[in-house]
């Protein structure tokens, strides 16, 4: 039965629930002496424990395919991303600018010196291998989320021993995996951090002198370059505070110099690819895409006074809706200290993301461990992606994904000191980090059959309450509408969007493909009689359609 509405707010449902969870957790405390041995075991072979940990999420949501299928993009970075993709199965970084452009002007997409989207080619790569081998653009992001829950064990492996390692994987796929927005859309966020890992995990490794680590390390930058061109500042800089101590022995100093010197070599590739994009794209060598979307279009630095820094707990939800529509283009030109100070105490809500509840006992264990220089050094990289990235007005959570491992280093590191803990000769602490990890399993366990149940009564009472909903619940139903239609006709089509005088900005329907005179559906924005005429003498052969999104449910009807 769903849950009831009662002044106390709990009914016997909840009563239930309490009454299985005591039971697991009874069932928890019998069987760890038996299940921790095996799991310890188990840790210690890397190799296994890697695959096992890439196979879990993605087992876990292709399961939920029945309800929950394929991720349809929606928003304009996901479109950015994946004409990124299209364009790289063209075999080139831009496109050529089209003749009839001003029908196709649309977000984050540049229409001269050439059409072509304004993010970096990492997110897009990824995109493109999952459509070449899968067939799907989202092949690409489960493979991208499966090699960062598996290098989340490699990387605590530098910093804990593997049993500690096992369980911070498992977190990764509990907190980053099935259920989280970044498996489940476009804009990236696994990528990126899989780079993290990559960096944070080879440098406690580097002093050992492997080649491996130096290279691992030169990769983990070049991933991040190619998808977080901005925030690689932030991460090459927390690198450098890293070794920081070393550097005042002359030996140590040296033998840093020839890992840099290999990490650097690594990187020059990606390095390379960066340069060459910004000139096929933009014809200029040093000029970025994004740079120039913002001189030709001001956006997206024009998101000055973004929802990051809007009151909202002064304002109903539609008036904090209507101040965004109203000052997202008309924000102040430059920050001062008091938006910057104002968008940061917002954000602070927004890292929640990285922990589920039951870890923020287990946070204010690590705190005492920053007395050592190298996890004081990990306070210190996440509040410079933080305090960095703040200078840009918009946020999503993964413009810091880089340093996500780290989040999960820490949790897992309060979690480790939390279980040296005794009272009076009596394991307390060791009792309580079980608690805390048995309440993260089964928070994670709660949500995923709720989704694996979406039909249920039950599942759809209890989702109005999930903290992150984003697994299609939020899923664009609108255009899979629209999309289907479009499927049923038959031949080339040249779709018109027409929007009314109160459309939402952000609600951009006109997205097309790297070769958009080949595509099927051909989408075009309405200008009036006389300008369309043109184009549909440049398309003869297509059927003309008009879309007005704007109405409920969107109407989809031959052009007149």
């Given at each position: 039965?769903?849950?009831?509405?009662?002044?106390?707010?709990?009914?016997?449902?909840?009563?239930?629930?309490?009454?299985?969870?005591?039971?697991?957790?009874?069932?928890?405390?019998?069987?760890?002496?038996?299940?921790?041995?095996?799991?310890?075991?188990?840790?210690?072979?890397?190799?296994?424990?890697?695959?096992?940990?890439?196979?879990?999420?993605?087992?876990?949501?292709?399961?939920?395919?029945?309800?929950?299928?394929?991720?349809?993009?929606?928003?304009?970075?996901?479109?950015?991303?994946?004409?990124?993709?299209?364009?790289?199965?063209?075999?080139?970084?831009?496109?050529?600018?089209?003749?009839?452009?001003?029908?196709?002007?649309?977000?984050?997409?540049?229409?001269?010196?050439?059409?072509?989207?304004?993010?970096?080619?990492?997110?897009?790569?990824?995109?493109?291998?999952?459509?070449?081998?899968?067939?799907?653009?989202?092949?690409?992001?489960?493979?991208?989320?499966?090699?960062?829950?598996?290098?989340?064990?490699?990387?605590?492996?530098?910093?804990?021993?593997?049993?500690?390692?096992?369980?911070?994987?498992?977190?990764?796929?509990?907190?980053?995996?099935?259920?989280?927005?970044?498996?489940?859309?476009?804009?990236?966020?696994?990528?990126?951090?899989?780079?993290?890992?990559?960096?944070?995990?080879?440098?406690?490794?580097?002093?050992?002198?492997?080649?491996?680590?130096?290279?691992?390390?030169?990769?983990?930058?070049?991933?991040?370059?190619?998808?977080?061109?901005?925030?690689?500042?932030?991460?090459?800089?927390?690198?450098?505070?890293?070794?920081?101590?070393?550097?005042?022995?002359?030996?140590?100093?040296?033998?840093?110099?020839?890992?840099?010197?290999?990490?650097?070599?690594?990187?020059?590739?990606?390095?390379?690819?960066?340069?060459?994009?910004?000139?096929?794209?933009?014809?200029?060598?040093?000029?970025?895409?994004?740079?120039?979307?913002?001189?030709?279009?001001?956006?997206?630095?024009?998101?000055?006074?973004?929802?990051?820094?809007?009151?909202?707990?002064?304002?109903?939800?539609?008036?904090?809706?209507?101040?965004?529509?109203?000052?997202?283009?008309?924000?102040?030109?430059?920050?001062?200290?008091?938006?910057?100070?104002?968008?940061?105490?917002?954000?602070?809500?927004?890292?929640?993301?990285?922990?589920?509840?039951?870890?923020?006992?287990?946070?204010?264990?690590?705190?005492?461990?920053?007395?050592?220089?190298?996890?004081?050094?990990?306070?210190?990289?996440?509040?410079?992606?933080?305090?960095?990235?703040?200078?840009?007005?918009?946020?999503?959570?993964?413009?810091?994904?880089?340093?996500?491992?780290?989040?999960?280093?820490?949790?897992?590191?309060?979690?480790?000191?939390?279980?040296?803990?005794?009272?009076s000769g009596w394991p307390a602490g060791s009792h309580a980090a079980r608690v805390i990890v048995f309440l993260c399993v089964l928070h994670f366990a709660f949500w995923y059959t709720l989704h694996a149940m979406e039909n249920r009564e039950i599942s759809s009472a209890a989702r109005q309450y999930e903290t992150w909903n984003t697994i299609n619940h939020t899923n664009p139903e609108r255009r899979i509408f629209v999309n289907r239609q479009l499927a049923a006709l038959p031949g080339p089509l040249l779709v018109f969007v027409r929007y009314t005088p109160r459309h939402i900005f952000q609600d951009e329907w006109v997205y097309n493909a790297a070769d958009i005179d080949a595509s099927r559906v051909v989408w075009a924005r309405d200008l009036g009689p006389e300008e369309n005429r043109e184009l549909l003498r440049y398309y003869p052969g297509r059927t003309p359609l008009l879309l007005?999104?704007?109405?409920?449910?969107?109407?989809?009807?031959?052009?007149?």
């Amino acid at each position: 039965m769903p849950p009831l509405e009662n002044p106390l707010g709990f009914t016997g449902a909840d009563i239930v629930e309490l009454l299985v969870a005591a039971f697991l957790l009874a069932a928890t405390f019998a069987w760890h002496p038996w299940i921790e041995p095996h799991a310890r075991r188990f840790a210690a072979r890397t190799a296994w424990s890697m695959l096992a940990l890439a196979a879990l999420p993605v087992v876990l949501r292709l399961a939920l395919l029945t309800h929950h299928p394929v991720p349809t993009p929606d928003v304009y970075d996901e479109f950015g991303h994946l004409l990124v993709a299209d364009t790289l199965l063209h075999l080139r970084l831009a496109n050529p600018a089209h003749p009839m452009q001003r029908f196709f002007e649309t977000f984050f997409v540049l229409q001269e010196p050439t059409n072509s989207s304004i993010y970096p080619v990492g997110q897009g790569i990824v995109l493109a291998l999952g459509r070449a081998i899968f067939g799907t653009p989202w092949a690409g992001v489960v493979m991208a989320t499966a090699a960062f829950c598996s290098l989340v064990y490699w990387m605590l492996c530098g910093w804990t021993t593997p049993g500690w390692a096992l369980l911070g994987g498992a977190l990764a796929v509990i907190e980053f995996g099935p259920l989280n927005q970044w498996m489940n859309n476009y804009w990236g966020g696994a990528l990126p951090s899989a780079a993290g890992c990559l960096v944070f995990g080879a440098l406690p490794r580097i002093e050992a002198g492997r080649l491996r680590d130096r290279i691992l390390l030169g990769l983990g930058l070049s991933l991040h370059l190619l998808t977080r061109q901005f925030e690689s500042i932030f991460l090459a800089i927390a690198v450098l505070l890293f070794f920081l101590p070393a550097l005042r022995y002359r030996a140590k100093a040296a033998r840093l110099a020839r890992a840099a010197g290999v990490a650097a070599l690594v990187a020059l590739p990606a390095v390379a690819l960066t340069v060459l994009q910004n000139h096929q794209v933009t014809g200029s060598w040093t000029t970025p895409p994004e740079a120039l979307s913002q001189y030709q279009y001001g956006v997206p630095s024009a998101f000055t006074f973004e929802a990051n820094v809007v009151p909202h707990r002064a304002l109903s939800p539609q008036q904090a809706l209507d101040y965004k529509m109203q000052v997202s283009f008309h924000g102040p030109s430059a920050d001062t200290l008091a938006t910057y100070l104002l968008r940061l105490e917002y954000r602070v809500r927004f890292y929640r993301f990285f922990f589920l509840p039951p870890l923020y006992i287990a946070l204010l264990l690590f705190l005492p461990a920053a007395r050592e220089y190298r996890y004081a050094w990990l306070l210190a990289a996440l509040a410079l992606f933080a305090l960095g990235t703040n200078f840009f007005p918009a946020f999503q959570f993964h413009y810091i994904a880089g340093v996500a491992c780290l989040f999960i280093l820490a949790s897992v590191t309060g979690l480790e000191r939390l279980s040296r803990i005794q009272v009076s000769g009596w394991p307390a602490g060791s009792h309580a980090a079980r608690v805390i990890v048995f309440l993260c399993v089964l928070h994670f366990a709660f949500w995923y059959t709720l989704h694996a149940m979406e039909n249920r009564e039950i599942s759809s009472a209890a989702r109005q309450y999930e903290t992150w909903n984003t697994i299609n619940h939020t899923n664009p139903e609108r255009r899979i509408f629209v999309n289907r239609q479009l499927a049923a006709l038959p031949g080339p089509l040249l779709v018109f969007v027409r929007y009314t005088p109160r459309h939402i900005f952000q609600d951009e329907w006109v997205y097309n493909a790297a070769d958009i005179d080949a595509s099927r559906v051909v989408w075009a924005r309405d200008l009036g009689p006389e300008e369309n005429r043109e184009l549909l003498r440049y398309y003869p052969g297509r059927t003309p359609l008009l879309l007005e999104p704007d109405s409920r449910p969107p109407r989809l009807s031959p052009y007149q």
